[in-house]
Structures are given as C-alpha cells and as structure tokens.
C-alpha cells in the first residue's frame, strides 16, 4: 500500500526530500582514533563496520561513539584489540566493497566480533528490501567465512518513521520502508544462527538525538553500544 501511495505522491516526497537534504547540518564523523587496544585478560578482537551511525556521526568523539561505548565494556573482562571501518553515506553494497578491499590488502585480517550498522542509506536508495536481504545473507558469510566471526551483530535499521528531521509525508514513507526492512530482516534471523539482530535501545526522540535530527546523540550510542557488548558477552559465554 506504502507503494501505491508513494507512486501518487512521489513528487512530494522528492521535493521534501531535496529540502531536507540541503537544509539539514552536515555533521562530521567522531574525532579520534580508528583502531586501538584496551584493556586487561583474555584477548578478543572487535570490528565495528558500517555506515555514519557507525562511523560516530552525532558526538564529538570516538569514545562517546559505538565503538568506544562497546570496547570500554568488553575492556571490563578482556584486552580488546578494536577497529572501525566505517564511512558515511555508505549503503550495504559500498560497505561491502570497502570490506573486500580491506581483505585483499591484509590476507589475516581477522576478528572474534563484528557489529554492523547498515540499512538507512539503502531505505534512502530506490533498492528492494528482498535485494536487501540478499546483500545481507552475502554480508553473513563474508563475515563469517572470510573474516572467521564467531560473533556477528546486524542492528536493526533505525525507525526513521521517528526522526524529527523529517516532515510528513516523507517520515511516513521511509518510516514504512524501514519496517518493511525490519520485517525481512527478523525473518533472516530466524533462518540463520551465524548471527544476532539488535535494537537501538533507546527512542528515536528529538532529545536523545543528534542535533541534525538523522544520527544517534550520545545517549543512544551509549545504550546502543551496551546492547552489544551484552550480546558479544553471552555469546562468548556460548562458546566457552
């Protein structure tokens, strides 16, 4: 139904579209380093991959980002060995391709954990959500084959029917369009075990964001970073 909508009113939503892209502030991404290592104990290596939600957009710092937030958790029971590989702007297929390319230059590039934040810029795009789906199947075993992951973490796509930044009808239709991505995913998740999916873990409100109104602000970084250094915890203790 969202479809048919959209097909009457697409020219609506390409204008707010255009609005808001030009009027919307140009955050950059967290300031500080992209690999380091904290920590005492047992070693484990952690890769944080994905989009500008994983690149830190929304705080100043990489320590207030998703991978300052989950290395200084895991830091509490292991040494972490951490890096971010992650750009702004990056759809599934480009995330991918940057993956890749980083495996061909670096043959024993390897980690235990791997959390991925991808999905907003292929809702933006005009890709299918079974396409999606199938980059993310793709996305699985390249992680867990190539990269030998015991522990891959797929975030949901954030519910951008909540970001304020957005005006009606267009938070309407991209809200819907990420549901329908939600939907696709969780029935991923049934079929395949290699990996765990996550919420955010906080509400999308215009407080707890960043203040462009798209990006996760400190808070949802936080709770974001926590829920997945829980899931890395159990899921080593599964293992053990």
């Not at 909540?162 to 998740?189: A, I, M």
Request: with cysteine; charged share 20%; proline share 5%.
């Amino acid at each position: 139904m969202h479809y048919l909508i959209f097909i009457l009113i697409a020219p609506l939503l390409f204008l707010q579209g255009k609005r808001v892209k030009r009027n919307t502030p140009k955050l950059p991404e967290a300031a500080g380093p992209r690999a380091g290592r904290v920590g005492e104990g047992c070693d484990i290596s952690l890769l944080v991959f994905g989009d500008s939600a994983a690149a830190g957009v929304g705080v100043e710092s990489q320590q207030q980002a998703l991978i300052g937030v989950v290395s200084q958790a895991l830091a509490n029971e292991y040494r972490v060995e951490w890096r971010l590989l992650a750009n702004s702007g990056y759809n599934t297929a480009q995330a991918m391709r940057m993956l890749r390319t980083e495996l061909g230059t670096q043959s024993n590039l390897r980690f235990d954990a791997v959390i991925v934040s991808l999905g907003v810029n292929d809702v933006l795009s005009p890709l299918s959500a079974k396409r999606w789906i199938e980059q993310q199947k793709i996305l699985v075993e390249l992680l867990s084959v190539e990269l030998d992951c015991q522990t891959v973490v797929l975030t949901r796509v954030p519910p951008m029917g909540d970001f304020p930044v957005l005006p009606q009808p267009l938070r309407w239709f991209l809200g819907r369009r990420s549901q329908e991505f939600n939907r696709h995913l969780e029935q991923f998740s049934i079929q395949e075990p290699r990996f765990t999916l996550l919420d955010f873990g906080h509400q999308l409100d215009a407080e707890a964001m960043a203040i462009d109104g798209f990006h996760p602000g400190e808070l949802i970084y936080r709770d974001w970073g926590l829920s997945a250094a829980k899931a890395i915890l159990l899921n080593k203790s599964k293992v053990n």
